[in-house]
């Protein structure tokens, strides 16, 4: 993306969700936060809170445009729109990906995804696209320890996720789905929470994170996560792969 704005082109990337745009967002200013980069952020909250974004996209002074599928809609313009990256590639369909590449002249297309769709592998197998893997960990990952356990040992996870609050970290605990359906499934968002509200981790800060909230409360869940306000924050998969909280040391996904 960089190469891209080195060369007076902007860039463009495209993730399926508003947290887990605004989580590149963040890491893409931090990144950039001493040089003349401009980034910008594209959600439906964020085009509400400020239109001059959208001029500053369309003349050029923003060169990297970060959002969900806000940067598809038809208000949105760009200079000079050169590259295109797609996280989660999987998420979208085939008209969403081409009413942005029509945003640019031809721009260039990168696609990211460890959920390998039959269309993806076809375009790859057939010479339409560069295949670039990934199968090293970044320098200085620290190894993670996975441990299944039985629901009747879910004390014991509980204490886990106590303890590591003890030390001064936090935790996830994810949820299959949000609402109850006729059988109360214990592994539901709601039910859970307040399980674990008035029971094992009652001692603890907790919140809940999901799709159907609003914009705004979303981003002020995983903004007081973030600024350590909350110990563990219950969610469903909203969260995505690429959401960085480094000092949320443990991660309990149930069922």
Do not use: C
Not at 159 to 176: N, S, W
């Amino acid at each position: 993306m960089l190469v891209a704005v080195a060369n007076k082109l902007q860039a463009a990337l495209l993730a399926p969700t508003e947290v887990l745009a605004e989580q590149h967002h963040l890491s893409l200013s931090r990144f950039l936060a001493d040089s003349g980069v401009k980034v910008g952020l594209f959600t439906q909250r964020s085009k509400r809170a400020a239109r001059s974004v959208l001029d500053d996209l369309a003349s050029g002074s923003i060169h990297l445009a970060v959002g969900t599928q806000a940067l598809i809609q038809r208000d949105i313009d760009f200079a000079n729109l050169g590259l295109i990256v797609i996280d989660e590639q999987h998420r979208f369909g085939v008209h969403q990906r081409a009413i942005l590449k029509a945003k640019g002249l031809s721009p260039h297309y990168l696609v990211m995804t460890a959920t390998p769709i039959p269309r993806t592998l076809a375009m790859s197998y057939f010479a339409d696209f560069d295949v670039s893997t990934i199968d090293s960990l970044p320098p200085g990952r620290q190894p993670i320890e996975t441990v299944w356990l039985r629901r009747d040992d879910a004390k014991s996870a509980y204490r886990r996720l106590t303890d590591e609050v003890k030390l001064g970290r936090q935790a996830f605990v994810v949820l299959p789905r949000n609402d109850d359906d006729e059988a109360a499934d214990p592994a539901s968002l709601t039910t859970t929470f307040e399980r674990l509200r008035t029971g094992p981790l009652a001692s603890l800060r907790l919140s809940m994170l999901h799709g159907r909230m609003a914009s705004d409360e979303k981003n002020d869940v995983m903004s007081r996560f973030r600024a350590r306000e909350i110990d563990v924050l219950l969610s469903t998969t909203v969260i995505e792969v690429g959401v960085d909280v480094p000092n949320a040391t443990v991660m309990l996904i149930e069922s």
